[in-house]
């Protein structure tokens, strides 16, 4: 019984490197997303952190 490709397998050079293309496409901006999302994490720490101790100060 001959085994049989997949259909969606890319089998030509430039299939390969579309793909490639696209998967380095698709890291970039999860990369850029996830170091936006920490920066705005970090930042609204910073702003909790000043709020507490603003919260401080006025209650001395």
Do not use: K, N, W
Not at 19 to 46: G, H, I, K, P
């Amino acid at each position: 019984m001959p085994t049989q490709r997949l259909a969606h397998a890319p089998t030509r050079p430039a299939h390969i490197l579309a793909f490639l293309y696209l998967f380095a496409c698709c890291a970039e901006t999860l990369a850029s997303v996830t170091s936006d999302v920490y920066s705005e994490r970090v930042r609204v720490q910073e702003s909790i952190h000043s709020v507490g101790r603003l919260a401080c100060l006025e209650g001395d």
